[in-house]
Each structure stands twice: as structure tokens, then as C-alpha cells.
């Protein structure tokens, strides 16, 4: 739902006609600058909050967009700088759009949707680029955004839509369609797109872009592909296309029928068990949902993205679940009658790819926003806003004082006692003066963080002992990108969050495979002093993967970052690569450490660092001193059917058991 402003309406310019009566004047503007003004002038509302929608723009230019968005940002700055006094162009300070100078396209996406997600998706950045690989680059980063459903304005510029000269510089010829461009790479990946090819286009493409953008099903990668030529073309524009918008983002409330029937399968329950997911932050439903755990005594487990929907140590709260999850939450789950799935998409890592869920008679009820997450796994569906529905529920239960057994409380409760003691062991350094393993990192951490800092991290094997081991204390400090698990999102992202959240601190933990993707916007950090921390953590390769690949037969192949031997595998000597030598270059100050002593005093150091701070470790490896706890609940990872390897053929027999165990819930 959106409105335009009232004062923003009244203020509108007006012209006499020839009878006397007076209509809206015209404003005449390239598509360009009418983009950039419209884009300044949106809002988002929810529960008496109003926010921009659009906080900034990122940009690399090109010949696809530097005479088109770009003059009109520079254009636009200095109608709200005042440098246009007594124009019609003169803009109120409220319109500013800050520009953010990105060094690659994707790791702008991810920057941008760091800052969605902490701004709970109520504010996002757009993303102008050139044409042709400029363009391109946005795949990635759409593809993520779509997947966490988390919005993200992309401007790629586009072959001309007037076809001067065809092909032009980094158009790609398809013979047997003059309409389609490498921007069309970009359609699956996007919630909404469409191609501006000519100026008063623009106005229902822009509306339908903001609704997309600010709609809690449909949210995600907007595309508007804007030809070069057309960016530059004049039009005269209807002012009130650039009046305040002030986009509703919605709250629906339950089905009376739909809540009565949930209300029934809980009361019904013996050992149900909820699975928070990424939907509780998206609605703001922690509270909610910590209401609804106390009330009721039901055990609450957590994705990757609902983790922290519950502060670590509230009485309900058993952890991750699934494959990267803990023993408790996956003994729960594999025992529940009824699962109460809250804002989550039920992926393979939740479910053990369809065998973590295996009590005969199991029946889900799924709290979801959106009707296509509230019907899997044949489940009873509560279509609603996460915070509305247990609202909704914890009301409609009360009145009979309606909670699970205490014997089933006492259980989860002793439960949840034995893996803390797994996490302290995990974290413990028994010598100070040794190499740290990666728990022992994540415990040093964990000692010197409060509620404020906020943990960014996607890809490697940081996400599955974060998940296991990680002692969240505010709703949103656990900030894992497992969507898309996108090696690189991390320092992006970070800056993103920082951003967002300028008085907190902000961490970006990567391997140094996730680091070597993408180190380039450090230079942005340090440009534009965003004084976020990462930590490097070094254990020369892929040792996630190379985990993976060892326990399917294929031996740690290409998994190592080191000189190949003699027959050719990469099993020599480790690379002589420096990676906090490269961060130095790049204008951060590196901080490195060698011994857990080292690592203590150095994290403190950078927390308190109001500069761009990087700590640099290397980490011992689980081959030689103990990690975390191990897998609690299987995955899937397809194992080669006929192989003559010893170690592949035992990963078939140990994968055809798993199999085994899957079931369909119908």
C-alpha cells in the first residue's frame, strides 16, 4: 500500500490554463535524473515507523551509465546542496541520496543487502552499473538477495534502445533476438524486471519496482535495465511522479480457520518442537516468540537465519537444528510430533535432507508469511506475519493455561546443560601460547562481545560451528548468509551492516578462500573510514570442502593451497601467500596474531578501533587438535554409485544408508 504525502501534494506547482483552471506542471528531466529524484522521495512504514526506502546508491561507471545516472547524481547533489537556489530543481536536505564508490559490482549487491537485512528490510541501497560485464557482475549478488528474500534496487545500464550502431562496445549479438541483451541474465534472479526503452516507460516500472521491493512475500532483486541512450532522453514528467511515497510493508493477520486448526494440533501435541526461522527477523517477532516458548514450554530451534530468533540462554532455546545443528535441537527434532515452523523455507540443512524428521505420524504447522512456505512438507498452513500469527496463538491458547509436560521440559532442559558443556570445551585453550583452533577463535570472540556486535559470515566451514557453538545475545548479532552460502559476501556486507548500524561493531569472519573471492571493498572501507572488523582466519585451502570431499570419497582432490607434487596433486609445499600483507596493502591496519595470547589482545584491539581493523590468525586444523563437534544429523551430497577407491566406495555404503532413512511427509 503506499500514499503520496499530503504536504508534499499541496506543495505541487501549478499552471493557468487558457479557462482559468490551474493542472500540474511539468518537470523536465532526463529518465536518469526523473529516476534519481523519484528514488529520494520513497518511504517505507511499519508499526509508526517511517524510514527511506532508498538510503544510497553504489556505483562503478562506465560509458553504460556515467552521462546517465551519474550526471544525474551529481545533478541531483547539487540541487540538495543549494547549489541551484531559486530553481525549480532546488531540493530539501531530506533528499539526498549519498553515492558509495564500490569496486565490484557483486560485492556492491552484497554491501546493499547487508544493509537491508540489518534495516529489517525496511531500507535498501540501489546498484547502478555499466553495460556488458559491469552488468553481469550483478548476477551473483541478485541471485542471493532473491534467495533470503531480502530487496536490492539494481540500475544496470543497456545496449541502446535506439540501435544507432549495432552491436556497440560489450553488447552481446543474438542473432535470433534483436531485444534480448546480457541483462537478461538477470531476469530469473529478480523479483521484478523490466527494461526502460523509452522515457514515460519509467513511471509504471518505477511504481511496480517499489511495490516488489517493499512486499514481505515478494521482496528481493529488482531490476530496472535502463539503455544508455535512454538514461540521457528528456521528457516532460508529471511532478506528482516525484511527490513523497510512503510505502505500508503489511502485517497480515491469521485465518480464523486456519488459527482454530493450528490452536487444536498444538493442544494435541505431546513433544512439539518450533523451528524459528529467518521470518521471525523479518517481522520483528522475537518477542513474540519468546512469549509464546515461555507460555507454552515448547522447545525452540534455529536455522541459520532464525538464529538468535531466542537469546541464547532463555530456557526454550535449544539451538541450530539440522545438519550444522546441536545434538539437542536434533534429538528433538527427531522425536517431535509436531513441528511448528516459523518463518522458515525448510531446506536440506534443516531437514537432513527429508530424514531428520522421522517420529512416525510427525505433522507440521507452518507460521509463514507467504502461502508457498506456509504448504510444504504437506504441513497445516498459518498464513500470516510471523509476529501477528503468535500473537495470535499465544491469545487463543491462554485461556486453558496450555504447556508441554514438564517431564518433556526437564528433558530438553538437561539437555540443552550437556551441549553447553560441549560448547566450553570447544571454546577452552587449554595452552595460551599455542596455535588457536577455529573454536577457540569463535571463544575468544565470544568472551569480549556483548549484545552490540554484530557477526557476519556465509560460506566455508564457519557456518556450521557458528550454528553449533555460537552464544547469540540480541536478536540480530548472528548474521549468517546460508540462502546462498556466497563466498565473499562478507566484507561487503559488512560495510553494509556498519552502514546501517554506525555505533555498533561489526565483524566479517572469513576463511581465506571466502577472503581471497573478494577483498576488493576494503579499499571502500578505508575510503570512506566504515570501521569494521575482520578476521582472517588462515588454514591454506578449502578445509570445508576438503572435509566434504573426504567424507564422499573424493579424497580432498584440489581442496589445499599448495604447489602440486610430483603426480601432479596440490599436496606440496603451502603457497607463500600473505593475506594480511595483501589487507595492508589495500590501506587496513592489520593486526597479527600467532598464539591465543596473541589473538586475545589483538581482537580487543580491533573492537575498540574506530578505523577499518583486520586480525589476521592461522588457525590450527582438527586433523591435530580437537574442533568442533562433529555433524549431529546427515546431508545429502550424491556419492559415486561405482568407484574402484577404497574411500569411495565406503562413503557409498555409508550414503546408501542415509538414503534409506529419507522419507516424503504427505
Known sequence: MTRPTATDQAATQQVATGEGAREPAATRLTVAQALVRFLAAQYTERDGGRQRLIGGVWGIFGHGNVAGIGQALVEHAAAVGGNAPGTPSALSASSALPYHQGRNEQAMVHAAVGHARQSN????????????????????????????????????GDVFATRPADPVLQQLEVPYAGDVSVNDCLRPVSRYFDRITRPEALIPAALQAMRVLTDPV????????????????????????????????RRPEPDRAELAAAVRAVREARRPLIVAGGGVHHSRAEDALAEFAAATGIPVASTQAGKGSLRWDHPQDVGGIGHTGTATADELARTADLVIGVGTRYTDFTTASGTLFAAPGVRFLNLNIAAHDGHKLSGLPLVADARAGLTALTGALRPDGHRAAPAYVAGYARGKERWEHRVDAAYRAGDVDARPTQPQVLGVLDELVTGDDVLINAAGSLPGDLHKLWRTRSRDQYHVEYGYSCMGYEIPAAIGVRMAAPDRPVWALVGDGTYLMMPTEIVTAVQENVAVKIVILQNHGYASIGGLSESVGAERFGTAYRFPAADGAYTGAPLPVDLAANAASLGMRVLRARTVRDLRAALAEARAADTPTCVYVETETADTVSGAPEAQAWWDVPVAETATRASAVKAREEYDRHVAARRRHL
Open 121 to 156: 528490510r525496511l531500507s535498501t541501497h540501489a546498484v547502478t552499473t555499466s553495460i556488458g560485464p559491469g552488468a553481469t557482475n550483478l548476477v551473483t549478488g541478485a541471485a542471493l538477495a532473491t534467495v533470503n528474500h531480502l530487496p536490492v534496487l539494481l540500475l544496470p
Open 218 to 249: 515478494e521482496t528481493g532483486a529488482v531490476t530496472l535495465a535502463l539503455p544508455q541512450d535512454v538514461q540521457a532522453e528528456a521528457y516532460d514528467w508529471p511532478v506528482e511522479f516525484f511527490a513523497e511515497r510512503t510505502w505500508t510493508v
